[in-house]
């Protein structure tokens, strides 16, 4: 069982201090995930859910408590080799894109791969290769501004991909989209777990979206309070 576990988080705590007021954001969250799962965290606003993806992703640092990613301690690795980590096994889509306004898609898609040092004819192959698989050939060459919101978030998810990350980490997805095209990413998002094995973690607000996962963690007030397949 220990090899098909990607993430192993135990006693999770993760408080913050602004000024004179101390907010416990997580109170000792375990969690386990199999490779491959498709997990949404779901629960009311300030809950914790976006603490805890960032926390098991290494984007911050957990006040106490061990998370283990594909067998390896994340705190034991330095600064530099947690983000080498995350470049080389992780992909990233948030609510809001986060692309870069002056490049177009197929550049923003090459970008991580160009950082962690890729060259840039290879770069560049496996980024339209990316897009191919979320279906956007076509829109390689425009830039964000050029596309709709659903171009967006499959140029991000994309972006995502397009180092073949062990885990695939979204926060609010579909959050930013109309339902229809909300529905047609959660499609895409699940056609891309089934056929890769890619293991997702999605925190939402949508019962739709986490209804379509194969399991959801519901937390309130920084604990899981509910874990169902």
Known sequence: MGEQLIIQATGVQKTYHTGAVTVPALRGIDLRVRRGEMVAVMGP???????????????????????????????GMSDRERTDYRARRMGFVFQFYNLLPVLNAVENVELPLLVAGVGPREA??????????????????????????????????????????????????????????????????????????????????????GERCGRIVRMRDGLVVQDGH
Do not use: Y
């Open 45 to 75: 606003s300030g809950c914790g859910k976006t603490t805890l993806l960032n926390c098991l992703s290494g984007l911050d640092f957990a006040d106490c408590g061990e998370i283990m990613i594909e067998g390896v301690s994340l705190s």
């Open 124 to 209: 560049r192959q496996k980024a339209l290769a990316a897009l191919a698989q979320v279906g956007l050939n076509d829109r390689a060459n425009h830039r964000p501004a050029e596309l709709s919101g659903g171009e967006r978030q499959r140029t991000t998810i994309s972006r995502a991909l397009v180092n073949r990350p062990a885990i695939v980490w979204a926060d609010e997805p579909t959050g930013d989209l109309d339902s229809e095209t909300a529905r047609e990413i959660m499609d895409l998002l699940i056609h891309l777990n089934a056929e890769a094995g890619l293991t997702f973690i999605l925190v939402t607000h949508d019962r739709g979206v």
